[in-house]
């Protein structure tokens, strides 16, 4: 595909229930983010694959909140027991690996995201 | 990570030029400025990236001054598809697995 593709675009959900987000990265993009974004505010970084393994986990908010990637590809975002808390915005990016020494960040390629609704 | 700090939002006409500031007095020597476009229902959109003085592209020119603390997003002659939220983003990508700080950014409103 061209671009980063996110299914559901939309979720809705009742709480407690588990929830899966898919991220398709462009392909060839070896590195990967899942970001949050609540109503108006920011991004909240989430997680970074490189490949398949994630060496920064650091964003996630809670153990509820897991991430997977298999094949170096699609990655999965999993919510478990859904709270009204977690309605927001989630979204994925994909780039090359970063950094080369000395250089700038690799441009990050972002898809539109799955809004997530818990009632 | 290096924090920034940019105008919550400013108001601009057809035609005008916008210019959008950044301030980011703890930027480290690695760090690179980067500038992000966001639409409504929509993810992030890359729009210049620069480490010191002038980058120019076919969208936006990228002002930094020699300290660095600071740099200076300027649109020319915005439309009204330019209402957008742009962020400005202070980051190495190589020691920081490109994870940047998004922050809440500056919503720019045109008008007609």
């Known amino acids: 595909g061209a671009g980063v593709s996110q299914s559901p675009s939309n979720k809705v959900t009742e709480k407690g229930k588990d929830v899966e987000l898919r991220c398709d990265p462009i392909?060839?993009?070896?590195?990967l983010y899942w970001y949050r974004q609540s109503l108006g505010q920011g991004l909240e970084f989430l997680i970074y694959?490189?490949?398949?393994?994630?060496?920064?986990k650091s964003g996630l908010p809670s153990d509820r909140f897991s991430a997977e990637r298999t094949g170096g590809s699609v990655s999965t975002l999993t919510i478990q027991r859904t709270q009204q808390e977690d309605s927001a915005v989630y979204l994925c990016?994909?780039?090359?690996?970063?950094?080369?020494?000395?250089?700038?960040?690799?441009?990050?390629?972002f898809g539109a995201g799955t809004r997530l609704s818990v009632l | 990570l290096a924090k920034t700090t940019q105008p919550i939002s400013m108001d601009s006409y057809e035609g005008q030029e916008v210019n959008i500031t950044c301030s980011h007095n703890?930027?480290?020597?690695?760090?690179?400025i980067t500038w992000y476009q966001q639409f409504p229902s929509q993810g992030p959109r890359f729009i210049i990236q620069?480490?010191?003085t002038k980058v120019t592209n076919e969208v936006a020119s990228l002002f930094i001054p020699a300290d660095r603390k600071s740099s200076t997003l300027s649109l020319p002659r915005v439309s009204l598809s330019d209402t957008a939220v742009y962020y400005c983003?202070?980051?190495?990508?190589?020691?920081?697995?490109?994870?940047?700080?998004f922050g809440s950014g500056t919503k720019l409103n045109v008008k007609p």
């Open positions: 990016a994909s780039s090359h690996p970063p950094g080369l020494a000395g250089g700038p960040p690799v441009v990050q390629y």
């Open positions: 392909s060839g993009h070896t590195a």
């Open positions: 694959f490189q490949g398949n393994s994630a060496p920064d």
């Open positions: 703890n930027i480290a020597t690695n760090d690179y």
């Open positions: 620069g480490y010191k």
């Open positions: 983003l202070v980051g190495d990508g190589r020691y920081n697995f490109n994870k940047f700080y």
